[in-house]
Structures are given as C-alpha cells and as structure tokens.
C-alpha cells in the first residue's frame, strides 16, 4: 500500500524569489541558508538525495531553527533510509512551527511505513484539522489507508467518500473505493464510482480495468472487452497491469464465445406434433390421412429448409502481437515464416488508429489454438492470445 509524501517545494521557491538584495551580514547570512535549501530541493525533487543531503544540511547549518529546512531534510533522510534522522528533524520541524500541517503528513508517512499506525494516524488527523492545510484531501486520503491497514473498513469507505468531497479530482481515492466496493460485491457502487472518475476526465488504466471488471460482474462481457482494450492501450509499460488485464480479455472472450454458442443452441427447431384424427367415415378418414400426410411432409421441408441454414461458424486464431508500425509487424511475420508458419496481416482501426495484427489460425476448438500457442509458439518466446471471429 502506497502512501503519500507531499513535497511543496513550489510554494517554498515562490516564497523565497523576491527575497531584497543583502546589506546586512544576517540577511547575507539568511540568503546564503536559502541559496542552499533551494538547491537541495532542487536534488531532492529529482531524486539525487545525497546532493539534496550535502545542501540541506549546509542550509541547516546557517539556519538551524528554519522549519521549511528540517521538513526538506526529514524527507531526505527518509528517502536513504535514515528513519530516526528522518523522526528527529520532523518533530524539530514541528516544535519551532507546530502550524505546518505538511509536516505532520510527512511524518504520518514515515510512521505508517513503519507500521505504526496509531501514531501515524494522530499525525495525519493534525494535518487535517489545520484549517490553512492546503492538501486536506490528501491527509484525509492517508487516514483512509490508515484504517484500511487496521481493517476498519467501515471508516476506510467513510474516509475515501470525505477525501472525494473535498476534492472530487483525487484519483488515488477512486481507484481505492471501485476496488473496494468490487471485493464487497457491491457492483452498482463500484460502477458508479468508476463513471464518476470517467465523467471527471480521469484517463487512467486502472480506472479502465475497474470498468472491465465491474461489467464481467454484470455480465455484459462486450462492455467489458471495451473497456479492457481500452486500460491495455493505457497500460503499456505497466507490466503487472497488463498482467491482469489480458487475465480478465481472456475470461472476457471464453465468456462472449460460450455465450454466443449457446445462442446457437437455442435456434428453435420446429417439431413435428401428431395430428389426432377425429371420428369420420370411411371416405373421409382417407381424406383427412392424405390431408395429414401433406401436412407431414410440409413440417419436415420445412426442418430441413432450417437445419440447412448456415450457422454461424467460430474459428479460434492466436493473435501474436498488435503494432502501430507495419514494419515491426512485418518483421514478425517473416521470424514466423522462417519457423514454417504461415501468419496473417490483418490491418485494423482501433480507436481511429491504424493498427496491424499478426495472427495465426483458423482453430475449429478453444483448446485447439491454446494447445497450438503452448507448444508451438511458446517455446520461441512469442507471446500470444487466443481469440476468435464469427465465419
């Protein structure tokens, strides 16, 4: 579980860029502690934190008593590691100014990392009760994950909802409640919350995939599959995302080919009903025969005329990659045929984006073409999925 350290540094270099130009040796001196802390926070925001370490701690040598300085250094020593170095210059920072609440966040931080969580909580309920408290959401986002590691997951829902009232931008908290309301099965609450992130502009895989998620829940898999493709095209790099998603495209497609075939199955067929003869003479029960011999023969043209309609068939293929640029592609497809495979360019627009997939079939089974993948493509270091279309 991932928690949030905030950093403002922004405000802190606003705040020293219309510093007067020294005339006194104290001012001099109280410049020379700024020249310094600005360029430690300059390596810290970059992630060089032993130049951050080495600038912090010459400001701090000028201006031992400067809360902004001690709080930059609490993270630093953080970021190495250095966890009662990283204590001891927050509560420093804290004791000469007790109203920075970003401080108290910092080290709710570095005590829930420790698992300290009774105390990280109290730290984390100071930054939010501090009215001037510029990132109340994020304090009161950090108490939800506090109560979720607790497992109080009555206050961690309460918590999340308060964080999105006071801002209804905060991704993290979304993320947190769709997921939560998904474990407890509550799927209308967690589509609502994943619309609502949607409908904010908020772009995001993981939101995608809480999507896809929620709609194999409910059962509608083409939804489902729309927005997986969607979260996948997002992911790219995310390897353990990806990971998930294409778990969920292949539940998704087995789901949409099972329900499709049984589709299939259930074309009504009409049947033959026996007709019961009535009480009649002679001469009109050979009438009524040749009337119910017609009508015999009618019922079976017509089951013949139905059983002869071409179904739809499903052939499987193994999609071994999709790719924006034909040429790489195509040097899949040449690797393929020196192997003895005869793979397919299939030229598609996804998302009004020219895409060019590499496939391999047609497969009469599912297992066919999962059997096919394992053993023959596989073993060259392919990776592939199994798919299908309708014939």
Known sequence: MKFV??????????????AP????????????????YKIGLSYL?????SQALYYLSRASEIDPNNPEILNALGIAYSNVGEVEKAKEMFLKAI?????RAETYTNLGTLLAKEKQYEKALWYFKKAAENPNYLKKDVAIYNIALIYRQ???LKLYEENLKKALSYNSFLLPAYISLGELFLEEKRYDDALTVYLMAK??????????????????????????KEYLLKAKKLARDDDLLLIKINRLLNLTDRKIIEKTEQKIEKIPEEKETAVQPNKVVPQEKKEEEKNQSERL????????????VIKPKIRFYVLVGRFSDENKAMEIIEKLRSKG????????????NTVYSVIIGYFKEYREASRFYRKKLKPLGLRGIVKFIRM
């Open 150 to 152: 607790m497992g109080n």
């Open 95 to 99: 004791e000469k100014d007790p109203d």
């Open 21 to 36: 130009k020294p005339y006194k040796t104290e001012e001099k001196t109280v410049q020379n502690a700024t020249y310094y």
């Open 45 to 49: 925001n970059s992630g060089n934190n």
């Open 5 to 18: 350290q905030i950093l403002f540094t922004a405000a802190l270099i606003i705040l020293y860029s219309c």
């Open 199 to 224: 409908e904010k502009g908020l772009i995001n895989p993981q939101i995608y995939l809480g999507l896809g998620d929620v709609y194999i829940q409910l059962g509608d898999y083409e939804k489902a």
């Open 297 to 308: 023969e009618i019922a079976k043209k017509t089951n013949e005329e139905k059983k002869s």
């Open 341 to 352: 495979f005869t793979p397919e360019l299939k030229e598609e627009t996804i998302d009004e």
